[in-house]
């Protein structure tokens, strides 16, 4: 059955069905061996969708996993939404069960997962007066292989994110090993110089391509702002006239502090925000 939308209930499908667990030798629990999205979708929509597919794509081609059809997807997506129309929706994509060993089997049939829980509340004034964010101590590994891939080894992020408790800290900044800011925990970041370039950190030796984040990328070029990818330091990041986080379900938020660093003025972020909610398909 659809989840329930007034309980709020979450729902999940495996390979299309509803379900609550799957086979104990999924080469993803055992090996981290897949990939995910995740999205918004509202009104039983869920906007830009084919980049999300093609994205997700992708990232299984990077791991030579057979993408699941769209129309499957698609298929699982109105069965969730039948019920929760609101919601944050995962797809995972596995190798699917193998056996023991990390030589991948000879025949596989790769799992989806597509799982359905209610939208984050984040507080209103993160988007009107920005976010307090901080650095974190745990470093991202390089490498270049799985680099832009959202694969399912995300052990990182997790160490990351149990480095505070604080609730006025919205964010972690995650460094790479040689000190360069790659991203945050869950979120792509962007800087502004000299009031109308926009750079985004490199991440052809780590971190996760987002969707918006390539969105916000394409963006740029067609509004006549420079944008560009290059190596950021903390130094070159606190010197920034805005700092902006995004990913699909936060959608753009300026950062207000990073440890002693503040900002008060968001003309960009307020911009980025204007351009993504143009761009957004209402017709999936």
Not at 31 to 44: E, I, N, P
Not at 109 to 115: E, K
Not at 244 to 271: K, M, Y
Request: with cysteine; proline share 6%; charged share 25%.
């Amino acid at each position: 059955m659809p989840a329930d939308s007034n309980t709020g209930m979450a729902l999940t499908l495996v390979d299309g069905k509803p379900a609550d667990s799957i086979p104990a030798d999924d080469r993803g629990l055992a090996y981290g061996d897949g990939v995910f999205r995740t999205m918004a979708v509202r009104a039983g929509k869920a906007p830009l969708w084919s980049r999300h597919y093609t994205k997700l794509s992708a990232d299984c081609r990077a791991l030579a996993i057979t993408p699941p059809d769209e129309t499957l997807l698609l298929e699982d997506l109105r069965h969730i939404t039948a019920g929760m129309p609101d919601c944050a929706l995962k797809i995972t994509v596995t190798r699917g069960s193998g056996g023991r060993g990390y030589a991948m089997p000879g025949t596989v049939i790769p799992r989806r997962i597509v799982a359905a829980s209610p939208l984050p509340d984040y507080p209103a004034e993160y988007v009107a007066q920005g976010v307090s964010v901080r650095y974190c101590r745990q470093r991202l590994a390089l490498q270049p292989a799985l680099a832009g891939v959202k694969h399912l080894n995300r052990l990182e992020n997790v160490l990351a994110r149990a480095e505070w408790h604080d609730p006025s800290i919205a964010e972690g900044l995650l460094l790479d090993t040689d000190g360069a800011v790659i991203e945050g925990t869950r979120c792509n970041l962007f800087l502004v110089e000299r009031g109308n370039v926009l750079i985004t950190p490199d991440l052809s030796r780590c971190g996760v391509a987002g969707v918006t984040r390539d969105a916000v990328i394409e963006l740029a070029e067609k509004n006549g702002m420079d944008c560009r990818l290059e190596t950021v330091s903390c130094e070159r990041l606190e010197a920034a006239s805005e700092v902006l986080l995004v990913n699909s379900l936060i959608g753009v938020w300026p950062v207000a502090r990073i440890e002693a660093r503040t900002w008060d003025r968001f003309e960009t972020a307020t911009r980025v925000r204007k351009w993504l909610h143009v761009l957004a398909d209402p017709s999936v």
